[in-house]
């Protein structure tokens, strides 16, 4: 599927490192000739360890994880909004990303000179915010008057209700908020999506900590300042050391399981961010098992079966029948395909089922 999260930060916070591992990881763990779609651009596999207990159960030739897409922002400095910097590149590429993943500054280094010359998380979170907010008042400004016109003179419908989103938007940016901590009804989130606006896309933070606070983020100040912050949009926080992240992601697994031991870890931090990311996009996974391959697949949160089938083949959802499907935890529980029926436990659902995360699917179709 065609989303990707954007990593964005002041200068040396510890993005370009966070992206490095991240690309790395990728190319190592999987044998994709093109892992690196773009300069800017990374594939990276989703860790998922239903993966490896499916094959248990449900031995097959080979194992495929599903992956997705990170990208590397532009680097931002304050006044971006009015092109100051790479300003307008940072901009235009966060309009093309789905999620952001905003890594801030959370660790002391007198050999890495901060941007603004002193670690404040606070105040670099509130810089890229700032420039976000005021791209998004530009957009917000240039839409009302028009709309607001068309809503008294013609009475239609249509700019009556986005003039009323924009008059709930307005404020908020003006108060220095962003777009996501407004709560929408449906008919209001299609007009928001319509506006493209920065600040309405969902945020993961990630604070970038010392390699001494791996195992215990929150012994970092720096990581519970980030973290109450974040609680006030309602967003989530990933506490990880880009530079040793970058290393591990160079190991070969002995290596990599001795260092996880001695750092007092069970799995690289990038493992989280990556599931974080992906759950930050409202993506899903589903599963085929057996025979050639047992595979993990990709799907967008609430799609019909049918639209799921499509992601393995168009063919697939234009002649859809029916998908036999047994959940994850059935077959964990059960131990096998033929435990699962004879508890009475495989389904078979049609065209108006909504896909669920963990569910392995065999679909039924003719064409």
Same mark, same amino acid.
């Given at each position: 599927m065609a989303l990707t999260a954007?990593? *964005?930060?002041?200068?040396? *916070?510890?993005? =370009?490192?966070?992206?490095?591992?991240?690309?790395?990881?990728?190319?190592? %763990? $999987?044998?994709?000739p093109f892992a690196t779609? #773009?300069?800017?651009?990374? %594939?990276?596999?989703?860790?998922?360890?239903?993966? $490896?207990?499916?094959?248990? %159960?449900?031995?097959?030739?080979?194992?495929?994880?599903?992956t997705f897409e990170f990208t590397d922002i532009a680097g931002i400095v304050k006044g971006a909004s009015q092109g100051e910097g790479l300003g307008n590149? &940072?901009?235009?590429?966060?309009?093309?990303?789905n999620a952001i993943v905003h890594v801030v500054r959370a660790f002391d280094n007198d050999e890495i000179i901060h941007v603004n010359g002193v670690v404040n998380p606070l105040d670099d979170i509130?810089?890229?915010?700032?420039e976000l907010i005021l791209a998004d008042l530009e957009t917000i400004d240039k839409r009302f008057s028009r709309v607001e016109k068309q809503a008294k003179n013609a009475k239609d419908k249509d700019a009556i209700a986005e003039l009323a989103v924009l008059e709930k938007i307005k404020p908020t940016l003006e108060s220095g908020k962003s777009v996501r901590t407004l709560t929408f009804n449906e008919e209001e989130l299609l007009i928001v999506k319509?506006?493209?606006l920065l600040t309405s896309k969902p945020v993961l933070y990630v604070a970038n900590i010392s390699e001494d606070d791996m195992s215990n983020p929150e012994a970092s100040d720096y990581f519970k300042t980030i973290q109450e912050f974040a609680a006030t949009e309602g967003a989530d926080v990933i506490g990880l050391s880009a530079s040793a992240e970058e290393e591990i992601a160079q190991l070969d697994d002995d290596e990599k399981g001795d260092y996880l031991e001695l750092a007092g870890i069970e799995e690289p931090g990038l493992n989280k961010l990556i599931r974080a990311a992906y759950h930050l996009l409202d993506l899903r996974t589903f599963f085929t098992a057996g025979g050639k391959e047992t595979r993990a697949w990709t799907f967008k949160?609430? %799609?019909?079966?049918?639209?799921?089938?499509? *992601?393995?083949? =168009?063919? &697939? #959802?234009?002649?859809?029948?029916?998908? #036999?499907?047994? =959940?994850?935890?059935?077959?964990?529980?059960?131990?096998? *395909?033929? $435990?699962?029926?004879?508890?009475?436990?495989?389904r078979s659902e049609g065209k108006e089922y909504t896909v669920q995360d963990g569910d392995i699917i065999e679909f039924r179709f003719n064409v």
């Open positions: 954007g990593i *964005v930060g002041l200068p040396n *916070v510890g993005k =370009s490192t966070l992206f490095n591992a991240i690309t790395k990881a990728g190319a190592e %763990m $999987a044998n994709y779609i #773009e300069p800017n651009v990374g %594939m990276v596999e989703v860790p998922d360890a239903r993966l $490896a207990r499916i094959q248990e %159960m449900v031995p097959a030739d080979k194992i495929i994880p599903t590149k &940072f901009l235009d590429n966060i309009r093309q990303v509130d810089t890229i915010n700032t319509g506006l493209f949160a609430g %799609m019909k079966a049918p639209q799921v089938a499509g *992601v393995i083949h =168009s063919d &697939f #959802e234009r002649g859809f029948i029916r998908a #036999e499907t047994i =959940s994850f935890d059935d077959l964990d529980q059960y131990g096998s *395909v033929k $435990a699962v029926r004879e508890a009475g436990r495989l």
